[in-house]
């Protein structure tokens, strides 16, 4: 019984070994996901005063907060002497945790604001270019995407704390100009890709 359980994970083993592998790196498609407290990056969409849903913190000193982030999906397609690895990002941002204060709804404070979620679309963007850099394996597709992701998620808060920090959140004008310029810049060269 134990030889024919061998014999089994053996050819299993084997028929593995030799199929071709392959691993797709794509963009989730926002409308495939309908979920009205999240909204998926979108470079012909804006963000509003509108989509910041979440109740402001008294004690912060900043005027709005924009919570967004990026991730990923793994997912395993196999058939045909084929193996096939999909890597789907995605961009979002938190309407419950994005929040304005009362009458610090300006348009200045929504540029700084969108900028930040900006900055987070252009570090899974470069999160995308490396992945499509990576020579992958089946042995170490899995280990490999999470390393890459962790080391563009510290990146995102690296340049988000510059961001913040550079321009005391929005309130030095002349850094703010030229962040807004350094953004706008590294969006401009992403839509050419």
């Not at 912060?60 to 002497?81: C, D, H, I, K, Q």
């Not at 992945?131 to 390393?147: A, D």
Request: net charge positive; proline share 1%; charged share 25%.
């Amino acid at each position: 019984m134990i030889k024919k359980y061998f014999l089994i994970i053996f050819c299993l083993v084997s028929i593995t070994a030799r199929a071709q592998f392959t691993v797709t790196i794509k963009w989730l498609q926002a409308g495939h996901l309908n979920n009205s407290d999240t909204l998926y990056y979108n470079t012909d969409k804006k963000l509003t005063w509108a989509d910041f849903k979440g109740r402001p913190d008294a004690a912060s000193p900043a005027a709005a907060v924009t919570e967004s982030g990026f991730g990923y999906r793994l997912n395993m397609n196999g058939g045909n002497n084929r193996i096939e690895v999909i890597v789907t990002v995605f961009c979002y941002f938190d309407k419950k945790k994005s929040w304005v204060k009362k009458d610090m709804d300006t348009e200045y404070a929504l540029t700084h604001e969108q900028h930040h979620y900006d900055i987070t679309y252009i570090n899974a963007c470069r999160f995308i270019n490396k992945l499509k850099q990576t020579t992958f394996s089946r042995n170490n597709y899995s280990r490999l995407v999470e390393k890459i992701y962790n080391e563009h998620t510290e990146s995102l808060g690296n340049m988000q704390d510059a961001y913040d920090g550079q321009t005391a959140n929005g309130r030095i004008k002349k850094q703010q100009l030229a962040w807004n310029k350094k953004i706008e810049d590294e969006l401009a060269a992403l839509a050419t890709h």
